[in-house]
């Protein structure tokens, strides 16, 4: 690996305790024992792109699903797996051939058994339980907290703690209310909620103002869909509800991210299809954080672009609103 301190490359006995030995100075992540894998470099290099170069803020959600993507391709390789059983077959095939024939019978078919079973288990499991290969709290602690405790502070850019609207007083158009907190908190950390002049709730108990269409955003799981259905329930027979995704359609031609999990709400939601309700049966979800900040600002550029365009078009009254909407939505 290349040492983040002095760029020299170093081999892996050349490093140990994770300290360079060309420059005896401390390195955050070993590639070879790290659970993701992954080198400062790396990880420098992630933060960078994430951030748009250090224009946009990002959450720690949204930078575990980015750093753990070269796990996650490594981790799936059943081919691989295929080849190597089909090699040490071989080999055990050969082995056996030269000590004794009588056991190309036994040993070989053995083997091959013993990996027919560990890659059927394998693949059973990935098809029924896909998921990070750690948890966002220990995600926190391996290489969060770590990169803060060998560099002095958080990588930048990461949301921490409860980010301040820079401004109090902007042209309100609408209500967003957002799945989770961390929703909510990138919206005001990059601004958005001034972009789009929405007012953000996370509380579906709060007092909101009146006479405003109401948007939601969520994430592409029961649990997301669920929360558009009670916004709907609460709020639906006042004023305009927009689901602005993500949806699980939204998902299902795209090629984001899919995980699933084995316990899964069987819930029927009248406001999603039949076919996204069978894929949400089937324990698929998406996290609307796979989605980079860059991806993210850019969808949803085009939702309140289309969504503004919808409202003009129902209702001639607020045309001119909308119209007035979608310009500030174009705004760079």
């Not at 030995?21 to 070993?30: L, P, Q, T, W, Y």
């Not at 709400?265 to 998406?286: D, R």
């Not at 996290?287 to 969504?307: C, H, I, N, S, T």
């Amino acid at each position: 690996m290349i040492c983040p301190h002095c760029n020299q490359s170093i081999k892996y006995k050349e490093r140990s305790n994770n300290t360079c030995s060309n420059c005896n100075k401390e390195f955050a992540f070993e590639p070879k024992t790290h659970p993701l894998l992954i080198s400062d470099k790396y990880f420098s290099t992630v933060v960078e792109k994430l951030s748009y170069n250090g224009n946009l803020f990002y959450t720690s959600e949204q930078l575990h699903f980015a750093v753990s993507r070269k796990k996650i391709k490594s981790g799936s390789n059943i081919i691989g797996l295929i080849i190597l059983a089909v090699i040490t077959t071989f080999i055990a095939l050969v082995i056996s051939a030269v000590i004794n024939p009588i056991l190309m019978l036994f040993i070989p078919v053995g083997i091959l058994l013993i990996w027919i079973i560990y890659i059927g288990k394998k693949i059973i499991r990935n098809n029924s339980h896909i998921c990070l290969p750690q948890s966002l709290s220990d995600f926190k602690n391996s290489v969060v907290y770590r990169w803060k405790e060998i560099y002095g502070d958080f990588p930048k850019k990461l949301i921490m703690g409860k980010p301040q609207s820079l401004a109090n007083n902007y042209n309100l158009r609408g209500i967003l209310f957002c799945e989770s907190q961390e929703i909510a908190d990138f919206f005001i950390a990059n601004q958005l909620n001034i972009k789009f002049g929405l007012s953000i709730f996370t509380d579906l108990n709060s007092q909101i103002p009146s006479n405003l269409p109401i948007y939601v955003l969520h994430d592409a799981s029961s649990e997301g869909c669920a929360f558009f259905e009670r916004v709907k329930e609460l709020f639906g027979t006042q004023r305009q509800i927009v689901d602005i995704g993500l949806r699980p359609n939204s998902v299902m031609k795209s090629k984001l991210m899919i995980f699933r999990q084995p316990n899964y709400a069987n819930n029927q939601f009248s406001s999603f299809t039949q076919e996204e309700m069978q894929w949400l049966k089937q324990g698929y979800y998406t996290p609307l954080f796979v989605l980079r900040p860059a991806q993210l600002v850019q969808y949803l550029d085009k939702k309140f672009e289309r969504k503004g365009q919808q409202i003009a078009d129902e209702n001639p009254e607020k045309k001119a609103q909308a119209i007035g909407f979608m310009t500030w939505v174009g705004e760079k």
